[in-house]
């Protein structure tokens, strides 16, 4: 979906529509901001986020099918999706009796994205949403910011439960519900901004890497730099040209091997960490290990959340396989329904491509392998473009679930390419 500007995507619209447009975006990426945050406890409607999120996103394609031209093409294509999406749905509902709304919710939201995601060149080139999305991004970063350094000096500015501005380690959370998304999203914002050639590139930077390491964001704070050293060795001539499908291919292979180097890895964690300090890593990174063995058993995978159903022996004998190290593995456990109901039925694996494979099993693994190898691809050319995305593959693979944040981020990676497709 990677393309370059065309002077025929270029339109007058009038204020109106302007407005109508930024305000349905500013909205949706507002809403993405706030990934995971329960409103309940404030006392506004439970599920209310999911709910203006889907029903911006509505508004958003009717306006843009009125505004812009349809194309048969990308007709097809949506159909296309909206069949094997509907495939996912039909398999989840034979293995797990239940979730039919959730499920809908999600093969429509998918649907709805993937739509946007045509519209993302003519958006930006009509309405700036890059720009536009790093002022909103960035004025809410800095209000959290403001409140988290008070809540330090001991202000009671917590208004949300859980996680939100900070967790029980006051590691940074800002407005997301866990301070991984924020160090995720943050850590997106500083690779955008330090290579486009914008006005306060430096400051703005300067506050996105703030923001990622106060995070604790581990993943994000270490892999940026190898990012960065990239960009250098991509300049040694010729060495690009042999190696960047080796990139994406590397962090593939990474994570699939997890599943047969867990233990080892795991014994290096225990004798690095304190028991509790290891929940987070036995429970991230469990999930590569148990969706490839329930891959051995449903080659085609168990569809939309039949995961839910299928998934539980295998992490029984994943926590079974660790017992005799000193990590913790409650959280995983606490998945099982005769451990904790209430986690059961919100449970989802950490990262996409877990998710990818419990749905669709080989075939879904496959496609999204391809998929990435075909993307590298045709963006080679751009090797600023090309580490952008090798960060947001690699945080798909082991940290970044599927959240609102994912979908925006990739939305505004699009509209970073267009804007930026002359930065070699």
């Known amino acids: ?50 709910i203006a999120d889907f029903g911006l996103k509505i508004l958003l394609v009717l306006v843009l099918l009125i505004i812009f031209k349809i194309h048969s093409i990308k007709i097809f294509y949506v159909s296309l999706f909206s069949i094997v999406l509907i495939l996912g749905a039909a398999m989840g509902a034979w293995y797990h009796d239940g979730d039919y709304d959730k499920t809908l919710a999600f093969v429509l939201n998918l649907c709805l994205w993937f739509v946007i995601f045509f519209y993302a060149q003519k958006l930006e080139a009509n309405f700036n949403i890059y720009k536009f999305s790093l002022k909103i991004s960035t004025v809410c970063l800095g209000i959290a910011l403001v409140l ?21 380690n006051f590691r940074f959370a800002g407005t997301f519900a866990e301070p991984s998304l924020n160090g995720y999203f943050y850590g997106l914002m500083f690779l955008m901004v330090i290579f486009s050639t914008q006005r306060y590139r430096l400051p703005l930077a300067l506050i996105f890497a703030l923001a990622t390491y106060i995070s604790g964001a581990k993943f994000s704070f270490l892999i940026i730099p190898v990012l960065l050293a990239l960009i250098y060795l991509f300049k040694v001539k010729g060495l690009f040209n042999y190696t960047y499908q080796l990139i994406p291919l590397s962090l593939i292979i990474l994570f699939s091997s997890l599943a047969f180097i867990y233990h080892d890895f795991f014994a ?113 050319s751009n090797k600023i473009l090309f580490v952008i995305l090798m960060y947001i593959i690699a945080s798909m693979l082991f940290t970044l679930p599927f959240r609102f944040i994912l979908f925006y981020s990739l939305f505004l990676f699009q509209c970073y390419a267009y804007r930026v497709s002359d930065i070699k």
């Open 1 to 50: 979906m990677i393309e370059t500007f065309n002077t025929t995507d270029v339109n007058k619209f009038n204020i109106t529509t302007v407005f109508i447009v930024k305000l349905l975006i500013g909205l949706l990426l507002v809403n993405s901001l706030f990934s995971g945050v329960d409103f309940s406890q404030i006392g506004l409607m439970k599920g209310l986020s999911s």
């Open 148 to 168: 988290y350094f008070m809540a330090m000096h001991g202000f009671h500015v917590k208004v949300l439960g859980g996680a939100w501005l900070y967790d029980e």
């Open 268 to 380: 290096f964690v225990a004798e690095h960490s304190s028991n509790a300090a290891t929940m987070t890593y036995v429970t991230r990174l469990g999930f590569p290990v148990v969706s490839f063995w329930h891959m051995s058993d449903y080659p085609f995978g168990s569809g939309f959340y039949g995961f839910k159903s299928t998934l539980g022996p295998f992490i029984a004998d994943y926590c079974h396989a660790l017992s005799d190290l000193n990590v913790n593995c409650n959280e995983m456990q606490s998945y099982l329904s005769s451990y904790d109901a209430t986690a059961f039925d919100s449970f989802a694996p950490k990262d996409v491509l877990s998710f990818v494979i419990l749905t669709f099993g080989l075939p879904g693994l496959f496609i999204f392998v391809t998929y990435v190898l075909l993307l590298a691809s045709k963006i080679k």
